[in-house]
């Protein structure tokens, strides 16, 4: 997953080593989240679609869909989170 825009050297120059090490970190955490979260979704939608195709699905794969889909949008809100704190 492509990480956020860096900041300009103008302003990283004038950071100290503490600021730039939570920089990366938080640099490093965002594409993470934001991988966990394309993976979870993709998962969701993947067996979203196999479900699809069987005419009487029981209940435990309907359970198992809507724990992958709930999954999905965990990994979501961390994702949105992080980014937010990288924002800020």
């Not at 103008?10 to 100290?16: A, G, N, R, V």
């Not at 640099?27 to 009487?56: C, F, H, P």
């Amino acid at each position: 997953m492509k990480g956020p825009k860096p900041l300009p050297k103008k302003i990283t120059t004038k950071m100290s080593k503490t600021e730039i090490t939570k920089y990366e970190k938080l640099q490093k955490e965002w594409i993470k989240t934001g991988e966990d979260m394309v993976k979870a979704q993709a998962d969701s939608v993947d067996y979203g679609r196999t479900l699809d195709k069987i005419k009487n699905p029981t209940a435990a794969q309907k359970k198992k869909d809507q724990k992958l889909i709930n999954a999905g949008f965990r990994a979501e809100y961390f994702a949105f989170k992080k980014a937010d704190e990288y924002d800020a």
